[in-house]
């Protein structure tokens, strides 16, 4: 039987372990206790509820996060629970109020499942989960003008040196207006600010990379360029994996976590289809991870790429017909 999750070139470390990757899927439709619930069934785990906002569910693949994406409702049901335990003491997550303000969250901002880091082989395992989802009522982002849900991507990377790095940025930054078509991203999601493209002044750096630029220049050419969070493929939670001080020190953002994985923003969750799957996002964002792998490939690509008209760089008919290719190899 054919695996529903194409097998990347490099799904090992340079230390010779298997690579894994992190998902986070955004939804509405359901309350997070249903979908913890549902989640535990599924996996044949145990759902924890934290608070009105939080809870986890455990299983044999990890510990999967649920949480409504508003951090004010996280933030203020925390509080109360530390308030509760003070005053009532009991720690019990439940709270009249706040799963009132749950409710009225869900509306318009999406209960997020965060996924432990799974090895590339073992992602089919992820299907019951959204079918479960999926047959309990989730949304994804078509059903509503004002759900601009997404998938993230947090692939661990082969190893983190700077050579590494610079070739998946360089192969982003090829992929990146194919990608935005390839996933058909939500016409709401494409105008929000969340998911902006590299700026064509930085592309043009990176693709002028010779592989040898250190670890610090590359950060402080990012932060130049991309002093935000907002990007489709965040390099902010590596970089600030990588070198946190350096992060901190021209980057006032509380909101960017460490993290040793690319953050890779622009697919759109569309869990209410039937014929839809996780692997349908994984398998267009391994057309990045074939050119990153191939050295050759991509130093043509690049040249493609410079040697097009200026302002038809972002639509390289050469790039994108290989990139085409590609995608097709991974169906």
Known sequence: MKRLFFQ???TTTSQAQPRHVGFELEFSGIDLKTAGRVMAEAFNGEFLLISEAEGKVKTSLGTFKIEIDWQFAKTTA???IAQRAQELGTTKADDPFMEWMAKLATI???????????????????EPMVEALRNNGALGTGKSLIYAFGVHINPE????????????????VLAQHWLVKRHKVDLIRRVTPYINLYPEPYSELVIGYQGDEPLSQIIDDYLAFNPTRNRALDMLPLFMYLDESRIISKL???????????HYRLPNCEIEKADWSLSQSWNIWCTVEAIAANPTLLAQMSQDWI???RLANRYSEKVWQKLDQIDKNHL
């Open 8 to 10: 990347p070139e490099q």
């Open 78 to 80: 925390r509080e109360r």
């Open 108 to 126: 318009a901002v999406p209960v997020e499942v965060v996924c432990p880091p799974i090895a590339f082989n073992e992602l089919d395992k992820l």
């Open 157 to 172: 990377l082969p190893s983190y040196d700077s050579a590494m790095i610079i070739r998946y940025i360089k192969s982003f």
């Open 252 to 262: 006032n953002d509380p909101l960017v976590n460490a993290r040793p994985t690319l």
């Open 307 to 309: 040697a097009d008209d």
